[in-house]
Each structure stands twice: as structure tokens, then as C-alpha cells.
């Protein structure tokens, strides 16, 4: 214990000294085995607590940069081909593929570590607004009374300590102290978008309203809903805001009328209802959004990167199921579906190969 408190003492003075964090030196913190995912929720947490982004690294790491090397030398080659006008669409899906360097170990590890550190991000600032932290309460409640399908809702994963047994005996324990955690925040979050309340008592409500929050956050974590759940949550969220911003540029424009009372009145009504459902004002829901929806970029990004290095499987695999009824074309896009597939599931820890999981899905 001591020594994972020096390690991310280390990190985070590092950190505050540059004002940001890189990728790989959250990578560096991570082990390559071992479940051990409180080490990333300790040092997610205390960046976010003290205002430190995670950035793409300034300096090409050395493995990267062998990578450009091969892909230029590659290129010139396959631009000898391009001098040929390419009609066939497998053709030059195969040539593009032929673009692509196959990533090496290292590299796969290092983007696995890239998508679970920013998959960690999205969620934390997706669950730390109201309205999908009380929807995937909600969903977990649902899973806990047997009303929607453990294996469906649920992600399990060995290494990151979240077995289906684990979870299932946690839910019950978890559910409870954030039921309680809610009862005590709930009555002090509405004041904080309560016009009649005071800036100096809204000042005073923040870090209890804060610590409670992050607790919930990560109560709801440890029993692990599977991301693709929460997405269209945060689409529902986007709408909200939109909507918020919408009726604020309304109201802009027909504040003089005489003629528009009732109108004004009406969407007052809406965007208070709107404010109440979100517990946020139309100020803190658009800066909250603008972070989510960068973190969720950069989590797709992460996810792009490993999907990409590894197309060639998707060809190679492919070729084993021709004249069995599907075209090329139909076997590369179930492929690549499959790949998706095989990128949300990798567990790096566990010492396989991606292309391991890439043949089974």
C-alpha cells in the first residue's frame, strides 16, 4: 500500500510540475498484469481533484516513430501500384490495407492502456452529472431485481477484479450506501439551482455536494454497466442541452414583446423542468458537455487506433470464408463488426495477443 501511495505521489507531482499528464505516463503507472484497476480510479481521481488534463504525448515515442518509418517505406512502394487507376472496390480496400504497419505487442498494449484510461474518463464525467448517474442507478436496480439480463448490462471482467460473482455480491451493499449518499445529497443539489439561494451558500454546498458525488460515481463503477448502455444517455444528455440553449436564445429575442407573455412564460416553465431533471444550470450542463463529449472522442479515437493497426486480420480471416455464400465485401464488413467487438472486449492483462480476440469475435 505504501509504496502504490509513493508511485502515485510520483506521478501526480509530476503532473502538477508540467500542468498535465500524458497518455504514457499514465501507461507507465499501469501494469502490464495484475488486476489492479484502483491504481487508475486513484490517479483519475486525484488529476481530476486537482485540475489535471491526460494529453496526447508532444514527442512521438520511438516506437511510433519506427512504425512511420515502415509506413513510408511501404507507401513508396504502393505508389508505384497507384499510377494505375484502381476500379475494383476489394482491390483497393486490399491496397489500403497494405498501408497499414500490423501493430507489435508493445504498441497493442500501450493503445489497450490508451482506451481503458480514456473509457475511465468518459464515464467518470458522464456519471458525474445527475441525470445519467441516477439512470444507471436506476439501471443497476433493474439488474439487481432481475428485470433486465445480468450478461447484457453488466461488463465482467477478471483482470479488473469484476467477476459476475464479485459483482453480484457487491450490488446489493453498493445500492444501499448510494441510496443513503443520495438522501444526504439530494436536498443540497437542488439548492445549487435554486435562483432564492445566495453565491456565498452555493460556495459552502460545493464540497460536500462534490465528495458525495464522487463516492456514488464510485459505488456505481464497481458494479461495472457496460458502457454501450450509457451512450445513449449522454445522446439524451446532448438534447438537453441543446434544448436548454435553444429556449435561452428564444427567450433572448422576445424579452421586449408584449405580445410574447405567455410564451415567456411558458418556456421559464421548461427550462426550470429542464434544470430540475438535470440538477444543473444551462452555464455548468454546457461546460459539463463540452468535457464529455471530448472525452468520449478521445475514447473512440483510442478505440479507432487499435481497430486500425489490426484491419489486415479482418483480410486474412476473411479469405478463409470466401465461396461460402457471402460476398468479399459482405465477409470484410462482418469482419470489421467483429473487430469492434474484439477491441471492446480485450483484456491486455491477461497476456494474450489482440489477434486472439480479434479470431474469436
Known amino acids: ?35 489492479t484497476p484502483e491504481k487508475l480510479d486513484a490517479l483519475l481521481m486525484c488529476a481530476e481533484e486537482l485540475g489535471l488534463d491526460v494529453v496526447a504525448d508532444k514527442i512521438v515515442p520511438e516506437e511510433l516513430s519506427k512504425r512511420k518509418s515502415r509506413n513510408s517505406r511501404q507507401k513508396s512502394v504502393i505508389g508505384e501500384d497507384r499510377s494505375r487507376r484502381i476500379d475494383d472496390p476489394v482491390r483497393m480496400y486490399l491496397t489500403q490495407m497494405g498501408e497499414i504497419p500490423l501493430l507489435t505487442r508493445a504498441e497493442e498494449i500501450s493503445l489497450a492502456k490508451k482506451i ?79 435562483p432564492r439561494v445566495s453565491d456565498g451558500t452555493r460556495e459552502k454546498l460545493v464540497p460536500e455536494i462534490d465528495r458525495r458525488r464522487r463516492k456514488m460515481v464510485t459505488l456505481v463503477e464497481e458494479l461495472s454497466v457496460r458502457t454501450q448502455k450509457m451512450q445513449p444517455v449522454m445522446k439524451r444528455l446532448e438534447q ?7 429556449i435561452q436564445r428564444h427567450l433572448k ?7 410574447a407573455k405567455d410564451e415567456r412564460a411558458n418556456l421559464q416553465r421548461e427550462l426550470q423542468d429542464l434544470v430540475l431533471l438535470t440538477l444543473e444550470s444551462p452555464e455548468t450542463l454546457r461546460v459539463r458537455m ?12 483510442a478505440m479507432r487506433e487499435l481497430s486500425g493497426g489490426n484491419l489486415r486480420l479482418v483480410v486474412s480471416i476473411a ?7 457471402l460476398s468479399f465485401l459482405d465477409l470484410i464488413q462482418e469482419g470489421n463488426t467483429g473487430l469492434m467487438r474484439a477491441v471492446d472486449k480485450y483484456e491486455y492483462r491477461r497476456g494474450y495477443k489482440f489477434s486472439t480476440y480479434a479470431t474469436w469475435w
Do not use: C, W
Not at 509513493?6 to 498535465?20: D, F, N, S
Open 290 to 301: 463540452e468535457i464529455i463529449e471530448k472525452r468520449f472522442a478521445d475514447y473512440e479515437q
Open 253 to 259: 429575442r422576445i424579452r421586449r414583446l408584449k405580445s
Open 240 to 246: 438537453i442541452n441543446e434544448r436548454m440553449v435553444e
Open 1 to 35: 500500500m505504501y509504496r502504490l501511495i509513493e508511485e502515485l505521489r510520483a506521478v501526480i507531482e509530476q503532473g502538477q510540475t508540467q500542468g498535465y499528464l500524458t497518455y504514457s505516463q499514465v501507461n507507465a503507472y499501469l501494469p502490464d498484469e495484475a488486476a
Open 319 to 325: 479469405k478463409k470464408y470466401r465461396n461460402r455464400g
Open 116 to 194: 481503458e484510461v480514456t473509457r475511465k474518463r468518459f464515464r467518470r464525467s458522464l456519471l458525474e452529472s445527475d441525470f445519467p448517474l441516477r439512470t444507471a442507478i436506476e439501471i443497476l436496480r433493474k439488474v439487481h431485481h432481475s428485470e433486465l439480463p445480468f450478461d447484457r448490462t453488466i461488463k465482467v471482467s477478471v483482470t479488473e477484479g469484476l467477476e459476475k460473482t464479485q459483482i453480484l455480491g457487491r450490488m446489493p451493499h453498493n445500492l444501499k450506501t448510494i441510496d443513503l449518499l443520495r438522501q444526504e445529497y439530494l436536498p443540497d443539489a437542488e439548492k445549487m439551482v435554486n
